[in-house]
């Protein structure tokens, strides 16, 4: 899967460089103005961004307590969260990654990533998303009381037979 997303973004990297390299100006350069060389195709940090912004698949999370409370989460190709919605909610919300670690003592490595919540400008709640073989974890905990809501991969929902989905859970 990773390979794939990694083929997938040197390709789409290199259509945009073949793009951007045959439109010509028509009209006059001024003297600062240079014709492209091999060290003008390094992404700026803005194409980064814009690259990392870009939904590469979903997981779908049931709360364990109350399995009729369901979460989506939407990452990057790099693995790192970049909103989630709960079921029946109209709005996404976005995440904004605190920290992340990574753990080999195990049968399997276990990654934890720590997100804030960000709803209107303001930290709401935090995600500790925990994965670890083929399962992944979610907690929630919310600002305001404190309360924490613990969340299971949905592998019926969010497996296929090319990885993880790639469309919103709903």
Same mark, same amino acid.
């Given at each position: 899967?990773? %390979?794939?997303?990694?083929?997938?973004?040197?390709?789409?990297?290199?259509?945009?460089?073949?793009?951007?390299?045959?439109?010509? =100006?028509?009209?006059?350069?001024?003297?600062?103005?240079?014709?492209?060389?091999? =060290?003008?195709?390094? $992404?700026?940090? +803005?194409?980064?961004?814009?690259?990392?912004?870009?939904?590469?698949?979903?997981?779908?999370?049931?709360?364990?307590?109350?399995?009729?409370?369901?979460?989506?989460?939407?990452?990057?190709?790099?693995?790192?969260?970049?909103?989630?919605?709960?079921?029946?909610?109209?709005?996404?919300? $976005?995440? !904004?990654?605190?920290?992340?670690?990574?753990?080999?003592?195990?049968?399997? $490595?276990?990654?934890?990533?720590?997100?804030?919540?960000?709803?209107?400008?303001?930290?709401?709640?935090?995600?500790?998303?925990?994965?670890?073989?083929?399962?992944?974890?979610?907690?929630? %905990?919310? !600002?305001?009381?404190?309360?924490?809501?613990?969340?299971?991969?949905?592998? +019926?929902?969010?497996?296929?037979?090319?990885?993880?989905?790639?469309?919103?859970?709903?």
């Amino acid at each position: 899967m990773k %390979t794939k997303i990694f083929y997938f973004f040197m390709c789409l990297s290199f259509l945009l460089l073949l793009n951007c390299s045959d439109k010509k =100006k028509t009209s006059e350069t001024s003297e600062t103005e240079t014709t492209a060389t091999v =060290k003008d195709s390094i $992404p700026t940090k +803005d194409a980064v961004k814009e690259i990392d912004a870009v939904v590469s698949h979903y997981i779908c999370y049931t709360n364990d307590k109350k399995p009729s409370l369901e979460l989506s989460i939407a990452f990057n190709a790099a693995g790192n969260a970049l909103f989630a919605k709960y079921k029946g909610q109209q709005d996404s919300i $976005p995440l !904004q990654n605190v920290k992340e670690d990574f753990k080999n003592d195990g049968a399997y $490595p276990t990654i934890t990533q720590l997100y804030e919540e960000i709803y209107n400008g303001k930290k709401n709640g935090t995600y500790e998303l925990t994965h670890a073989g083929n399962w992944d974890y979610a907690k929630y %905990t919310r !600002q305001k009381d404190g309360k924490v809501f613990l969340f299971t991969i949905n592998h +019926d929902l969010t497996v296929t037979g090319n990885g993880y989905r790639e469309t919103p859970c709903f």
